[in-house]
């Protein structure tokens, strides 16, 4: 491959995370990156409305500023979310503010939102041919006077480009924002979101974003929530903030942990989420993807879609074919006509797991 990754992982990791991830960004910039030859039908899936390639795709925060969606797409991703997008741009929390767990295959980020606001993302977007499923994921100004009135901008802005749009309010590392999980605030928060999605003249799915840190409580409440509101989805989850034992020394860290330690405790979530809101909306697991068989635990643990980011910070650009490869040959192995089939066969068992 004629990139800068072929600078390898090695190379890469002697780099501070964040010039690293500049310089993966930069690669995919190029264009010369390896398209995914994997094209197998059992993986399509039609989930709010939208038909997909195949169910994996890229979490938001890879591509914050929506520069590399189409490359994203070319590895073999079945989708790309770029984001969290705010309507002002900003800079974020003072660096360091990532740290890999490598012994851990993890990532700790304290990021703060740092994009360049709506209006860089959107001239990026207007300018794509609009192939490929691509999420824009909205979030709220860190020194915004009305979080609700930021959502609102977000929805009306990236109505007519986004093919769905993710409402953002699970990351620990913007003060407060978690605090519109709570069910008064959110209730209000997407009442504002369909409210403003009526108004425009194209009317993207919408997925709500909800944080792995959550009792039974707050699940029923997010649950009610979501069902009352019409939305079509939710994806679980963002990062955490818990700090199940690990090996790496920088594991002590501020920030939202993500990676192998988040399979689990994420997916219990899923599952728990699946039971609460049935089976006819839409949920994209995330948080510990890195193989095939960590993609086919999400979908038995009724996830739709699944997601990737810290997998491929480990993985490399090729992680996406290898996962849908492996994702083949569980489809021929169990003699599966639509790997969607999965769906639910383990909601139970993940559900009353320890997370």
Known sequence: MIDLFALGRS???????ETAHGLSIAGLKTGLVPACTVNDSRLKTTVAGLSF??????????DKNAEVPDALLKLGYGFAEVGTITPKPQSGNPKPRIFRLVKDDAVINRLGFNNEGHDAAYARLSRRARKGILGVNIGANKDSADR???????????????SYITVNISSPNT????????????AQLLDVVCEERARQSAK?????????????????????????????????????????????HQSKE???????????PSTVILAKMRQRVGPAMALIGVGGVESAETAIQKIRAGADLMQVYTGMIYGGPS???RILRGLSEHA???????????RDSGVKEWAERAA
Do not use: C, H, W
Request: cysteine-free; aromatic content about 6%.
């Open 319 to 321: 992680l996406p074919g």
């Open 204 to 248: 993207p799915p919408v997925f709500l974003k909800i944080a792995p840190d959550l009792d039974d409580l707050a699940l029923d409440a997010i649950a009610e929530a979501v069902l009352k509101s019409g939305i079509e989805g939710l994806i679980v989850s963002n990062t955490t903030i818990a700090r199940p034992p690990l090996a790496d």
């Open 11 to 17: 190379t890469l990791f002697r780099l501070d995370p």
């Open 53 to 62: 390639p195949n169910p994996l795709g890229m979490a938001a925060g890879f």
């Open 254 to 264: 501020t920030g939202g942990l993500s990676g192998r330690p988040l399979f689990v």
């Open 148 to 162: 609700m009135a930021d959502y609102r901008l977000g929805v009306a802005r990236f109505a007519d480009l986004a």
């Open 175 to 186: 003060p407060g924002l978690r605090g519109l999980q709570d069910p008064e605030a959110l």
């Open 332 to 342: 021929t192995k169990l003699k599966l006509t639509q790997l969607s089939q999965l």
